[in-house]
């Protein structure tokens, strides 16, 4: 429409509405340094290996970085950092996380890289779940039902695995994720129906029978049913060795590997295939690629149903990959905070497994800040990863760009 | 290349209630030009999606070479040689030329990899073998309506159409672009190709057909040579009776400014300036058009006048009172009739009846109301006076507004807004994919309007409306009025230059 008036003003006004903003978060940040960080005395050890550990003094640390964060939002404020604006976010924003954790480890010690450990496994089901979520809204249909997906899978992954073996368990997960997937396609594309309303179906009709199913079945079945051996890791050879990232990155179970190969494969499917061309018109403006030929509708079932399977293998992480057993709404909202990760990461994969592993991060904190006497009451603690979902989407929302045609069923004319 | 001779036999297409198409004959060659020409309503896009495979004809048959055939998608269309250059272009805006060109040809390597390097390579060799400059990197959204129909002519020429369809493809280009379009087509006959243009632009179809074909209510109703006709006889073809093509006025008499804006701006929510320091006054007794290619701000000036869009700087007044902050209600009760652009969106609520919309804007008046309670009766009478007197085709005025024509869904709006006590009249697209004889209804009462003493601003992407229906011109570029001329004193060509953004040697202005 009007798209070609002053461009160069636009700009320029937006990005100085967030350079100032953004001087405004580190100011508060730097209060939250002075009044909270510098409360607590003591070293806290932060170990990294088995043997070793490197120390802050939480109080000196909290007072410096207050310091330095005034000085960056000053600079921030009063000329800005150019290219290195994002740079300078990152290391402001891992320097403050540190400070927090020095302050909860304030006389104590804990295991930081087994924290990171920790991370990087539970983004498992949040990154397979935005990945999922990537496929079906790429392709134009909003899929909300990833929850349901999870939750659905998670619980007869655990049945399948217990009677069975951890592969056919896997498999069985796999495909029920595609059945609700089928669902969701059928409903939303042959039908017509809006997305929003069916996902939400979805998601209450996993919770419902996998609740009936727990409490009916799994319960007084526990030794047969829902009893396994979740997958061992697997350490890498040399990779693993390496200090630090070895351990946090390449001992891990295969469900992180796989993750961490779902991502690499999507990202190339979706911007160096001619199956990625396709899907990304079809979730734009899919009448384009209908008048050229393109099969519009079977292309989305297809990818639909591929999104349910890599929702099942997320689901099946639960049981297969750390629990050993289904309980019920075991995924606790991770398929709605997977949503979050697909708009923190832009509906680019990638995007969508920073975003995965910083809502993990809330989560392996939580776990762990647990562990000290910090006085924070655990029902906040709890609340932490859907605090940190909040202030992300709020931040990143309007500044991301969803598919034109995400939720829009088609027609041929 | 070789020939190819394509044909559509008695095709008949219907819809629910309606037969689109009635038993339509055609055929067309390469290197020819066939302009099928009709208005709004006469079957032309069903007729479209029939050859392009989009829709399946309920009888009749296509046939190749006189080979019958069939195509039950546009895949099908595409693998016969047929092309389309779709109206709304068919264009995905957030990716490259080159990726919207190979879009279902794609060229790949390894593992299904795309080639990108051969696509560009691709869009290269068709846009140098017929001259059209594209660069195969540039996003689609970031080029004008003009690049990015050549987009779709390299797209359809990439896929080796034989006979190329352009739907409509002048409506949104400015004069100097569509000279340019007339050239393209010219070079593709000349290359071998045949072209079917669909339009309801009587001078372009004289222009570039070499054989005219007139849709009518779904059926054929005629056959001309360019050489051999004229605009009038080929319009009477169109609409079943004579028309009038030139709208039919006296000079304007201008008395006092009515409306007046001063140094408006506006700014849209992405914070680009849309209208940018627009100043100008329409007075009583004349009808000032504001020409201008869509898009360049004037959607917003409308919306800003009619109180629908804040104003970020500059004021608005209706005869000598500020009205500037003045609500929708405010500036109605104050004399202004809008007649919205978007007709169906803004100007009707189409799942409301004829009566309910009729009243829409008055239903709070102690005529139609008594506190919470409506007078239906009262209503109904009004509904059925103002359906004859400003000739709304309809049955029963309790129907729904979206059982109308768009002719006569544009009555409607006309009705509800100049049956009033008016100061002044703002028209947006005010004949916008109407019929002919709607069309020349509506220019009718407007004249009426600013005869009776009301001041009447219109906008108008259509030049020839605007030349015929202006006392006075405005030409919008950019948020910017550009020029202020009288259209007796310049031509064609010259507005033309200017809603380009650029002005004509020797100014008149």
């Given amino acids: 429409m009007s798209t070609s008036a002053a461009p160069g003003l636009v700009v320029s006004a937006e990005q100085r509405k967030r350079a100032r903003s953004l001087g405004i978060a580190y100011l508060v940040l730097a209060v939250v340094c002075f009044t909270i960080f510098t409360r607590r005395t003591g070293d806290a050890g932060f170990r990294i290996s088995e043997s070793s550990q490197f120390t802050l003094p939480a109080q000196g640390f909290g007072w410096a970085l207050g310091i330095v964060l005034i000085a960056i939002a000053a600079g921030q404020l009063l000329r800005g950092f150019g290219k290195l604006s994002n740079v300078v976010l990152a290391l402001a924003t891992a320097a403050f996380f540190m400070s927090f954790m020095a302050w909860a480890a304030a006389g104590d010690s804990f295991s930081f890289v087994g924290m990171l450990q920790d991370t990087v496994s539970r983004s498992v089901p949040i990154t397979l779940g935005a990945v999922a979520g990537i496929l079906s809204e790429r392709s134009g249909v909003i899929n909300i039902s990833i929850e349901g997906m999870l939750l659905a899978s998670a619980c007869t992954s655990a049945i399948g695995a217990s009677l069975t073996n951890l592969w056919l368990g896997t498999l069985v997960g796999i495909l029920t994720g595609v059945a609700l997937a089928a669902i969701l396609a059928v409903m939303s594309i042959r039908y017509k129906v809006d997305q929003v309303i069916v996902g939400f179906a979805i998601n209450f009709f996993a919770l419902g029978v996998t609740s009936f199913i727990s409490f009916r079945v799994l319960v007084p079945n526990r030794d047969t049913m829902n009893n396994l051996l979740p997958v061992m890791p697997i350490r890498i050879p040399l990779f693993a060795d390496i200090p630090f990232f070895g351990q946090i990155l390449f001992d891990q179970t295969i469900f992180v590997y796989f993750s961490f190969a779902t991502v690499a494969l999507a990202t190339w499917g979706l911007y160096r295939t001619k199956w990625g061309l396709r899907t990304r018109a079809i979730g734009e403006y899919p009448r384009a690629a209908g008048t050229l030929g393109v099969d519009v509708n079977k292309l989305r079932y297809r990818n639909l149903l591929l999104a349910g399977a890599v929702a099942g293998i997320g689901g099946a992480w639960w049981p297969i990959g750390i629990v050993g057993r289904f309980d019920q709404n075991i995924t606790n909202g991770r398929g709605f905070i997977a949503l979050a990760a697909v708009i923190f990461g832009r509906w680019h994969p990638v995007g969508a497994l920073c975003g995965a592993l910083v809502f993990a991060l809330a989560e392996a904190v939580r776990l762990k800040i647990g562990n000290f006497d910090t006085g924070i009451p655990s029902e906040f603690l709890i609340m932490a990863p859907y605090l940190v979902t909040l202030v992300v989407v709020a931040g990143f929302i309007g500044a991301s760009r969803a598919p034109k045609a995400a939720g829009q069923p088609y027609e041929d004319q | ?509």
């Fill in chain 2, 1 to 509: 290349m070789h020939e190819m001779k394509f044909e559509l036999r008695g095709i008949t297409k219907r819809f629910p209630g309606v037969v689109a198409n009635d038993n339509v004959n055609l055929s067309v060659e390469t290197g020819e030009v066939l302009a099928l020409i009709g208005e709004n309503g006469a079957g032309k896009s069903t007729l479209m999606n029939v050859l392009y495979g989009l829709y399946r004809a309920d009888e009749g048959e296509l046939l190749i070479d006189d080979q019958a055939t069939q195509f039950s998608s546009p895949a099908d269309a595409i693998a016969a040689g047929i092309g389309m250059v779709h109206q709304h272009f068919m264009l995905v805006p957030v990716m490259t030329v080159a990726e919207n060109v190979v879009l279902g040809v794609e060229p790949t390597g390894r593992f299904g990899s795309l080639d990108i390097d051969e696509a560009r390579r691709m869009v290269r060799e068709v846009s140098d073998r017929y001259h059209l400059e594209l660069d195969p990197d540039a996003i689609i959204e970031d080029l004008s309506v003009g690049v990015r129909q050549r987009v779709e002519i390299v797209k359809v020429l990439m896929r080796d159409a034989k006979i190329v369809v352009f739907d409509e493809p002048t409506a949104v280009l400015t004069p100097s672009e569509i000279l340019e379009f007339f050239g393209i087509v010219r070079s593709l006959v000349a290359a071998g190709r045949g072209v079917i243009f669909i339009t309801h632009k009587l001078k372009e179809a004289l222009e570039i057909a070499d054989r005219i074909n007139v849709l009518r209510r779904g059926k054929v109703v005629g056959e001309a040579l360019p050489k051999n006709t004229s605009e009038a006889a080929i319009a009477e073809m169109m609409v079943g009776r004579p028309v009038l093509l030139v709208v039919d006025k006296a000079p304007a008499t201008p008395r006092e400014a009515m409306l007046t804006l001063a140094e408006v701006s506006v700014v849209d929510p992405d914070g680009r300036t849309v209208v940018d320091g627009a100043s100008f006054e329409v007075r009583v007794g004349e009808i000032v058009c504001v020409a201008g290619v869509q898009g360049n701000g004037q959607t917003e000036l409308v919306e800003a006048i009619a109180g629908l869009r804040r104003v970020a700087s500059g004021s608005i007044s209706l005869g000598g009172k500020n009205i500037t902050g003045d609500s929708p209600r405010e500036r109605h009760a104050a004399g202004m009739a809008h007649i919205p652009e978007d007709r169906q969106r803004q100007g009707l609520v189409t799942e409301l009846s004829i009566t309910e919309n009729l009243v829409l804007t008055r239903y709070h008046d102690a005529e139609f109301s008594q506190g919470i309670r409506m007078k239906w009766g009262a209503a109904a009478a009004k509904s059925q006076e103002l359906v004859t007197a400003y000739d709304i085709r309809t049955t029963d005025p309790s129907q729904l507004a979206s059982t109308l024509s768009g002719g006569n869904q544009q009555k409607v709006i006309v009705a509800r807004e100049l049956s009033r006590d008016i100061r002044v009249v703002v028209a947006a697209q005010p004949t916008r994919g109407i019929d002919v004889g709607s069309i020349e209804y509506v220019h009718a009462q407007i004249v009426k309007e600013r005869d009776a003493g009301r001041a009447v601003l219109v906008v108008s992407t259509e030049l020839d409306e605007v030349m015929s229906l202006a006392d006075r011109v405005l030409v919008m570029y950019r948020g910017k009025i550009v020029a202020d001329v009288d259209p007796k004193k310049v031509s064609h060509m010259d507005i033309g230059l200017y809603m380009a953004g650029s002005r004509p040697t020797a100014a008149v202005a």
